[in-house]
């Protein structure tokens, strides 16, 4: 039973460090899209943002509910209120 236990806490931490892993890597990409958008004109920035809006529109229909709005709110917090 002890090594069951031992055994599952190390299985945990392994999956504690792989999350905080992806978490970094998202945390990355989001402050180099970020850095990205800063740089073009607000024209492109929109033109962007219309794109994004209208691939949303038409991935709404295969995500579930939760899932799209999920995605639509981080979508939203990077586009319209990104990192400083």
């Not at 998202?26 to 990205?36: C, R, Y």
């Not at 607000?42 to 999920?70: F, K, T």
């Amino acid at each position: 039973m002890k090594n069951l236990i031992a055994e599952l806490l190390v299985k945990l931490a392994a999956k504690e460090e792989e999350s905080k892993e992806l978490v970094a890597q998202v945390e990355a990409l989001e402050i180099i899209v970020t850095a990205m958008l800063r740089k073009l004109e607000p024209e492109q920035q929109h033109a962007i943002a219309a794109s994004i809006e209208h691939a949303m529109h038409n991935a709404d229909a295969d995500a579930s509910n939760e899932d799209a709005l999920l995605l639509r709110n981080y979508l939203d917090k990077l586009l319209n209120h990104p990192r400083v």
